[in-house]
């Protein structure tokens, strides 16, 4: 079975600065590419438990991080509204508790049906471009060999290009999604259950991280020690989000307590005006 580049050297060349999508997913003409894969790929093909979840957190940390964030700012918020009109932390406890929980499977319910749609959109215009290509084949292999027209290519090397095209045409989506760069969704790298679930575990966790110490201390020393402890995570994941976006971190660690601290004051007046 010949590989890509021995029918098209040049079209492989013309697409090399974007190798991850090659590798990442199939092959110019739609075989899965085992060979060319990146390292977090190949560590998941090695199937070890470790490998498989260290790849899977990669691939959710966006998920990760928005379900932290979203927990911990809505849950402290609710938690210090609450504390402000109760005098009991089992109260607390209880309204913090349900809402971490009620918060983390909306979450998680709300992304797997966001992905599912994206994953169904994207078939759905993948089904329709296949359909254009079958009703005209030469009118789509013309219009691509038009693009590839002001790459600079020799007339040769486009000969070549559109004698491959013309063999198997259903191959253009793929070249067309090749040069363009264009990434897949979220939803067709990993199942959107794997997204979901990611998304609800980190919500649930930092949204119970408030409410934990009402379930422990006296009511004075737990409102202490939910803000000592939720601004100690505000911290950590203010850090997280300035690393996976390569953003400075002292502001984005600002805009992330920034963005708790206002919920909690918007918590503590409509807490202070129904006691």
Not at 77 to 89: E, I
Not at 172 to 192: F, H, L, N, Q, T
Not at 197 to 211: E, L, R
Not at 245 to 274: D, H, K, Q, S
């Amino acid at each position: 079975m010949k590989p890509p580049c021995q029918h098209a050297p040049l079209l492989c060349r013309l697409i090399s600065p974007c190798p991850l999508i090659i590798s990442r997913r199939t092959n110019l003409y739609g075989r899965k590419n085992s060979e060319a894969g990146p390292r977090m790929t190949e560590q998941a093909a090695g199937g070890s438990f470790f490998s498989r979840l260290k790849v899977s957190i990669h691939d959710s940390a966006g998920e990760i991080v928005f379900g932290m964030s979203d927990g911990v700012v809505s849950i402290f918020g609710l938690v210090l509204g609450v504390a402000a009109g109760a005098r009991s932390g089992n109260v607390v406890f209880l309204a913090g508790a349900t809402g971490a929980i009620a918060a983390s499977v909306s979450m998680m319910a709300g992304l797997y049906l966001e992905l599912e749609s994206e994953g169904d959109e994207a078939r759905v215009e993948a089904e329709r471009r296949e359909g254009e290509i079958r009703r005209d084949p030469a009118g789509a292999v013309d219009k691509l060999m038009g693009v590839l027209q002001g790459t600079g290519l020799s007339a040769r090397s486009l000969d070549a290009i559109r004698d491959d095209m013309q063999a198997d045409p259903l191959a253009i989506p793929r070249v067309e999604a090749a040069i363009s760069c264009d990434d897949e969704p979220p939803a067709r790298k990993v199942s959107p259950l794997v997204h979901a679930t990611w998304m609800g575990m980190a919500d649930f966790v930092a949204g119970i991280t408030p409410v934990i110490p009402f379930a422990f201390l006296p009511f004075t020393e737990a409102r202490v020690v939910c803000i000592a402890g939720t601004a100690t995570l505000l911290i950590l994941l203010g850090i997280g989000r300035a690393k996976i976006g390569n953003r400075p971190v002292a502001r984005t660690v600002f805009e992330t307590i920034a963005i708790a601290t206002a919920a909690a004051i918007a918590g503590v007046f409509i807490g202070g005006l129904i006691r």
